[in-house]
């Protein structure tokens, strides 16, 4: 059996996790650390309390470890294994274990238990070799990760940056498998295609202009996404020469969906002509005429998500270093939008591409670049088709390495 150890129930693994079921080739448990997302609980992010509205549980094998009193999935000290992992695998006849990164503790005791067992690991983590270190962890961070990877014998990396890393740090190429990060791309295919019909009542909704250039901003408020890029590129498009706009971008707006500390300042620079966090709509203020246009939607769970991407016209993600990859992006794309990307997302290279003059990606923090980018994406071009992303970054192909690499150690036993 191959246990996965990973810290609780997330949206966006669970899907591969009944793929991987519903193939029926390789018997696996899924551990949960934590029952963190099941229940309304605090994101410190979004500053709200919330629960997804899917199921997360459903149609695959898993059950829950026991951990340290007062746990958190958000710090490295604070989720530990309070049994140990011997017993389970013996009882479980457990062939190899897979663990979702080095985040926590309980991965680095479950590597160490498994080490001694001889069971092989196999990781899935998401840092890449972007940058964005202070220079301290540049040189403590190699000297540790050394350590784990020599008790690791399998590395499913889900991208181009991700796999550098690992490569970096003297993994070998046979060691390295391809399981990339994906979205379940056919539900928000099928969502998106279910709203596409309402967009101009979706708009309306929101007081979106139907005539006006949408441009999206989906995620936390926070400082490492950078959402005051998108506000300072919207002022330059407002000043970029009318002949060097395509029509449709003669009026832009912009659409904030999400909730974090930014919030207040993000407003204060907008004019906000509808804020679903405050009872009433705002009238046009033509007193902030200068101030581009914007609408707040609050925080949109899985299944409400998609009316945004049917609503905008555009996806922007302006984050730092800290976006070890971007899923919002996979949605975007599977969802029939272009994404703009900064150049420090992870899954910029694969999912984007970097380079060309028509990119879609501009250079971390370059607002100039942002513009651009944005009136390319106006243009359609360099736009990334639904199908070249759902044809290579989906949970088959995961599935379809998962295989292989349980069927290679039946082989050798």
């Known amino acids: 059996m191959l246990a996965i150890l990973t810290t609780h129930p997330i949206q966006y693994q669970t899907p591969l996790w009944q793929a991987l079921a519903e193939d029926g080739s390789v018997p696996f448990e899924v551990w949960f650390l934590s029952k963190h997302g099941l229940k309304k609980s605090q994101d410190e992010g979004f500053g709200k309390k919330f629960a997804w509205d899917i199921d997360l549980l459903s149609r695959y094998p898993h059950r829950f470890l026991r951990t340290n ?15 140990p992992l011997g017993r389970e695998f013996v009882e479980r006849k457990v062939s190899a274990l897979w663990i979702q990164g080095w985040q926590v503790m309980a991965y680095w005791q479950a590597v160490r238990e498994a080490h001694r067992a001889g069971i092989p690991v196999w990781l899935r983590g998401e840092s890449n070799d972007l940058g964005g270190m202070p220079l301290w962890k540049r040189v403590i961070k190699p000297v540790i990760l ?15 940056a991700n796999r550098r890393l690992y490569e970096k740090y003297g993994v070998q190429s046979y060691q390295l498998h391809s399981a990339p990060y994906s979205v379940d791309n056919e539900r928000f295919a099928r969502q998106a295609a279910e709203s596409r019909p309402l967009r101009a009542k979706i708009r309306a909704e929101w007081r979106i202009p139907q ?65 679903a966090e405050v009872s009433s709509d705002a009238p ?9 246009t914007a609408s707040f939607t609050g925080f949109l769970n899985q299944t409400e998500i998609s ?23 996979n949605e975007a794309i599977a969802s029939g939008l272009p994404a703009v990307v900064s150049s420090a997302c992870g899954c910029a290279e694969d999912l984007i591409g970097t380079s060309g003059p028509y990119s879609l ?42 295989r292989e690499l349980f069927s290679n150690l039946k082989t050798k036993s």
């Open 146 to 160: 050394r350590q784990l990877f020599r008790r690791i014998e399998t590395f499913l990396y889900i991208g181009t």
């Open 284 to 292: 046009f203020d033509r007193k902030y005429s200068t101030r581009p």
């Open 211 to 275: 005539t006006a250039f949408c441009i999206l901003f989906c995620g936390k408020f926070i400082p490492k996404k950078r959402p005051m890029d998108l506000i300072k590129a919207a002022h330059l498009l407002s000043e970029t020469p009318a002949e060097e706009k395509p029509e449709r971008l003669k009026q832009a707006h912009l659409l904030f969906v999400g909730s974090g500390e930014l919030g207040p300042e993000l407003r204060q620079q907008c004019n906000v002509i509808f804020d």
């Open 307 to 329: 009316k945004a991407y049917v609503a905008a016209d555009c996806l922007v993600l302006p984050s730092d270093y800290g976006e070890t990859w971007g899923l919002v992006v």
């Open 69 to 83: 009193t007062n746990s958190s999935v958000s710090s490295f000290y604070r989720l530990r294994l309070a049994e």
């Open 361 to 402: 990606c501009f250079p971390l923090g370059d607002q100039v670049a942002l513009t651009r980018a944005i009136v390319r994406s106006a243009k359609g071009l360099d736009v990334p088709t639904v199908e070249s992303v759902m044809s290579k970054y989906n949970f088959n192909v995961s599935v379809r390495t998962v």
